[in-house]
């Protein structure tokens, strides 16, 4: 081909004039000509307006182009990707740790680099779960162990809300990593463990015996609420038998973490949360509405009967919007609550009457 006898800088000026994908299918045209032409596609690609090779590379782990595109590169021209991730995040995010070792390698980014979200390569492989490549990215000279994104979120948080237990087991190793940290909503990596029902994660970070395990968010939540909101039981249940956890904790609503799971209908939470000694099943919130206004509004029938079967609630409390119970199961079309709570009156007039 009289085309390969032409002066490098010729063909490199030449190849500037060629779409990229017909470099690609001139590299498929024999042996010689991908020996002759890659390394001037790769320096096309890299110095691109829109460089794609090693972002690409870096996303599928593969290592033979990361090499070669790496070379193209010269250390400047580092391309980034969807979120203004450079090729370090990306692969840490993907999990493919022979890239980063050879990122790393060739010190062309900066480990603490941050994308649009101000989340770091550290952050996204924690938040993954990619215990090799977050044990990698701790080792790296000058690597920030605690880094904070736009959220206020810890990479610890991020682990300790996937569960992955490895990680955060690496973090809570580290001097100097909080494990206490508050998002911008004052949410704890306590507080997403928690919420997702991961007692591993869980378990570690009340071990450390550096975590507030009755913190409150900024509208006043703790744990046990988030936990009864969400209806798990296995939570509530842990955190009820937790040294310095209170009960009956009110939020900004002045509702407990019983209001919030008669809200939900959580029947199980609400049994346990019943069952446990200091909590208020008539206790009224900041509109003077009671767990029985709560549930009977929501339709909860089983709920409301578990309430009512304390003989420790008032059926015909009136909240300060001038509602009982059962109004309120009337206005939202409860028929089945109506007459629950209908029959429970009757029978407790018989049972005075008498």
């Not at 060629?18 to 020996?35: F, I, N, P």
């Not at 829109?50 to 790496?70: C, F, H, Y």
């Not at 609420?225 to 798990?232: D, I, Q, S, V």
Request: glycine share 10%; aromatic share 6%.
């Amino acid at each position: 081909m009289k085309l390969l006898n032409l002066p490098e800088e010729i063909l490199y000026i030449i190849s500037t004039y060629v779409l990229a994908r017909d470099r690609v299918a001139l590299l498929s045209a024999s042996q010689k000509c991908r020996e002759f032409f890659e390394p001037i596609h790769y320096r096309q690609d890299a110095h691109g307006k829109k460089p794609v090779a090693l972002i690409w590379a870096s996303e599928n782990g593969n290592v033979r182009t990361i090499k070669k595109a790496i070379a193209a590169s010269d250390g400047v021209h580092i391309p980034r990707g969807d979120d203004d991730r450079g090729p370090l995040a990306v692969a840490a995010k993907a999990g493919h740790k022979p890239v980063l070792e050879l990122l790393l390698a060739a010190d062309i980014a900066d480990p603490n680099e941050r994308d649009d979200y101000c989340q770091t390569p550290l952050s996204l492989s924690s938040f993954m779960g990619h215990t090799g490549v977050v044990t990698l990215l701790l080792s790296v000279s000058g690597i920030n162990p605690d880094p904070i994104d736009n959220y206020g979120r810890s990479a610890l948080s991020l682990a300790a809300e996937a569960g992955h237990v490895g990680v955060v087991e690496l973090f809570l190793s580290i001097e100097g990593v909080d494990a206490d940290s508050r998002d911008v909503d004052g949410q704890s990596p306590f507080w997403f463990a928690i919420g997702n029902g991961h007692k591993e994660v869980v378990d570690l970070l009340i071990g450390t015996g550096r975590v507030d395990i009755d913190m409150r968010d900024n509208d006043g939540n703790t744990p046990l609420a988030w936990a009864a909101w969400k209806g798990n039981s296995d939570m509530v249940e842990l955190l009820l038998a937790t040294k310095g956890v209170n009960p009956s904790s009110r939020n900004n609503k002045g509702q407990t973490a019983l209001t919030t799971a008669c809200i939900n209908g959580n029947e199980g939470v609400v049994k346990l949360l019943l069952a446990t000694e200091g909590v208020d099943p008539d206790s009224k919130d900041n509109s003077g509405s009671t767990p029985l206004l709560f549930a009977a509004s929501g339709g909860h029938k089983s709920v409301v009967r578990a309430l009512l079967q304390t003989g420790r609630v008032d059926s015909n409390h009136i909240n300060n919007e001038g509602n009982t119970a059962i109004a309120e199961a009337l206005w939202n079309h409860h028929l089945g609550v109506v007459e629950l709570l209908d029959g429970w009156d009757n029978m407790r007039r018989i049972q005075i009457s008498k």
